[in-house]
T-cell receptor
Framework: KAGVTQTPRYLIKTRGQQVTLSCSPI?????VSWYQQTPGQGLQFLFE???????NKGNFPGRFSGRQFSNSRSEMNVSTLELGDSALYLC?????????????FGPGTRLTVT | AQSVAQPEDQVNVAEGNPLTVKCTYS??????LFWYVQYPNRGLQFLLK??????LVKGSYGFEAEFNKSQTSFHLKKPSALVSDSALYFC????????????????FGSGTQLTVLP
């Protein structure tokens, strides 16, 4: 079974631009979560989607948004990029809503904002 | 809100020796506990989880973890370390199904870098 895929793997943007990251979950998984990983803040939860509905959101500004499509694929968007948005963005999928279900992570998208 | 503490940023152990990576947690209600491992330039990989039942949980690659409710701990262990075990290890907690809404998000510890020396 194919794992979680994320595109692109690497991205360089300038301040003020916007970016869209894509995630394809494992087949059959309906929940997709997004995390931001930085050396200073560690792993921080962004949001979680289940059956096209945002079920949970972390403590991030409104510049961070996402959506999930009917095939469970998900995208996240960051508008008006800031230098502090430079991070590894990880997508994870699970069969059910995160709780007892373990999550399967993609390799991440490395975003660099200059 | 739930939280996870991994008190050691770095753990060094000689190959063949037992290893322990510590984790303590705080959560309302009963916890769902997880360990994940991250290799350089990779996403996280699931190792094991505790949901209910036996306090000793066995997982991938020979790892195990012991749930201790009174000490609110979930330490990761392996009887004999391998050089290939060197990686970044994350403990994570989620409250059980009786919690709802924003409380039900997976919260990660800060990570412990494990180095196994040959």
């Amino acid at each position: 079974k194919a794992g979680v895929t994320q595109t692109p793997r690497y991205l360089i943007k300038t301040r003020g631009q916007q970016v869209t990251l894509s995630c394809s979950p494992i087949s059959g998984h309906r929940s997709v979560s997004w995390y931001q990983q930085t050396p200073g803040q560690g792993l921080q939860f962004l949001f979680e989607y289940f059956s096209e509905t945002q079920r949970n959101k972390g403590n991030f500004p409104g510049r961070f948004s996402g959506r999930q499509f009917s095939n469970s694929r998900s995208e996240m968007n960051v508008s008006t990029l800031e230098l502090g948005d430079s991070a590894l963005y990880l997508c994870a999928s699970s069969f059910g809503q995160p709780g007892a279900y373990e999550q399967y992570f993609g390799p991440g998208t490395r975003l660099t904002v200059t | 809100a739930q939280s996870v503490a991994q008190p050691e940023d770095q753990v060094n152990v000689a190959e063949g020796n037992p290893l322990t990576v510590k984790c303590t947690y705080s959560v309302s209600g009963n916890p769902y506990l997880f360990w994940y491992v991250q290799y350089p330039n990779r996403g996280l990989q699931f190792l094991l989880k505790y949901i209910t039942g036996d306090n000793l949980v066995k997982g991938s690659y020979g790892f195990e973890a012991e749930f201790n409710k009174s000490q609110t701990s979930f330490h990761l262990k392996k009887p004999s370390a391998l050089v290939s075990d060197s990686a970044l290890y994350f403990c994570a907690v989620n409250p059980d199904g009786r919690s709802s809404g924003s409380a039900r998000q997976l919260t990660f510890g800060s990570g412990t870098q494990l180095t196994v020396l040959p």
